[in-house]
């Protein structure tokens, strides 16, 4: 998962990220916290990390921020020294899904980041097969079935096709679509997320009549939304 940690405590930051790296996410840090809320304009991130007490903007502004945006279900974790009952619920009430208090135990810390995954449905292992609506997917064929008719996908366009299905309505940026999709190659420009997204929105006709479309976010990325009540946007799960 990529984890974005905002703190100003160099010491505090070295620890969060080494414990999230050696459970095999990736981090972004940041100390001051208008910065991340720029960021978040322009990139993905799948749990934030905020400390309470931070310069200029803190982090319970961070916090309300954030919930009032696009990335509004975002998994967020709050770490502050600031113990009382009071503080605890001012805390969860600006949109904090868990509230650590430091110094951290870093076996509990990691067990609330998993369980904040696990509620966000982020860290799930890769299904075999799904279904959303009239789109089913099989992974060991690289195929999607459409109103039943078979359609063929590489492997990308199919990893692709089911990250869109599997963050329905979510805005991911390119960096992170290209990021987990193409991993860390350098060839792996915007072009050809683009043609990407053009071949598989052509392939599975992903339009309003067949209950989902891809929409560019601009200057961000993409999302894939539903259009049509009839068509649940909830996956039927076939195999694990």
């Excluded at 449905?121 to 609506?133: C, E, I, R, S, T």
Aim: charged share 25%; net charge negative; with cysteine.
């Amino acid at each position: 998962m990529r984890c974005a940690v905002l703190d100003d405590d160099k010491a505090q930051t070295e620890l969060v990220v080494k414990l999230l790296a050696d459970a095999g996410h990736g981090c972004e840090v940041f100390h001051q916290g208008r910065t991340l809320i720029n960021r978040l304009r322009q990139d993905t991130f799948d749990l934030l990390i905020v400390d309470w007490n931070m310069p200029g903007m803190s982090g319970i502004e961070v916090l309300e921020t954030v919930r009032q945006g696009q990335h509004a279900n975002l998994p967020i974790l709050m770490i502050t020294s600031r113990a009382d009952d009071e503080d605890v619920v001012t805390g969860l009430a600006a949109g904090a899904d868990d509230y650590i208090v430091k110094p951290l135990n870093t076996v509990v810390f990691m067990a609330r980041v998993d369980a904040a995954l696990r509620r966000a449905q982020l860290n799930k292992p890769q299904k075999m097969a799904a279904a959303w609506g009239a789109y089913s997917f099989d992974v060991p064929t690289e195929t999607v079935t459409v109103h039943g008719e078979p359609v063929k996908l590489t492997a990308k366009e199919l990893a692709l096709a089911m990250m869109l299905f599997e963050n329905m309505s979510r805005p991911l940026s390119r960096s992170y679509l290209l990021e987990s999709i193409w991993g860390q190659s350098p060839e792996a420009e915007t072009r050809t997320l683009d043609a990407h997204v053009s071949r598989i929105r052509s392939k599975l006709n992903l339009r309003a009549e067949n209950g989902f479309r891809v929409l560019p976010v601009y200057s961000y990325g993409y999302r894939l939304e539903p259009t049509n009540v009839a068509h649940s946007a909830e996956p039927i799960e076939d195999a694990a």
